[in-house]
């Protein structure tokens, strides 16, 4: 085949998967006002736009709702964005509680929580998530725990997600793929070295059941989904 032939091929490849992912964000995960401003808060307030994607924040409540969740805890608020699609999934009298080290995003957050209708189950903590996590022992179970906050700290929430969960929890951490460089055990920053430990925990630990997908940045990064598996039930799969 010519190079000009392969070129096309790869276009087509291209715009092909940017229409399915326009597609099914339409189809199943649509924003309305609140997640929009929660999306464009972060160009506004001088944050990082590292929120996750509309079919992420789908896919964690029907993770949520499998799991019948009705207290979620969140490592990284950022902006709020994903802290909107976990507390919109949760029940009447469910609870959030977010972990956030920065003050002002912190408020950002809450605002964001505010004005999508759901401040009244939200909670914002500020701090290093692990000076924040072991006050939560005494609110544990939670039935769901989405990590997505710095990325050196991934083995610690991991161990911590283990201490805070229940067998049927669902512990989710978003950048687990990251084109690929934890799955070819790349530790060159302490990031990446930290998430290629995660990826190998989750899929080796007996206590879980895990997989990770590729869902955004073009099938470049993703979830690892991991379920809290019942102490006796820990045969082979
Ligand atoms: C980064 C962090 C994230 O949580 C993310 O989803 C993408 C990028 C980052 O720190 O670069
Ligand atoms: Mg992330």
Known sequence: MSNENELETLRQQVATRTFIDDALTALFAPEDEALRAAREAPSEHNMPSIEISPLQG??????ALACGAKKILEIGALAGYSGIWLARSLPAGGRLISLEISTEHADVARAGLERAGVGDRSEVRVGPAEQ?????????????????????????????????????????????????????????DAGTAAITTYDHRVADDSRLLSVAVPLDEGGMDGFAISVVRAVDGAGPL
């Open 132 to 188: 924040l996590l072991p006050a939560l022992l005494s609110e544990a179970p939670f039935d769901l725990v989405f990590i997505d906050a710095d990325k050196p700290g991934y083995p610690t929430y991991l161990e911590w997600a283990l201490k805070l969960t229940r067998p049927g929890s669902i512990i989710v951490a978003d950048n687990c793929i990251r084109s690929g460089a934890p799955l070819r055990g790349d530790s060159s």
């Open 58 to 63: 789908r896919l964690l409540q029907v993770l």
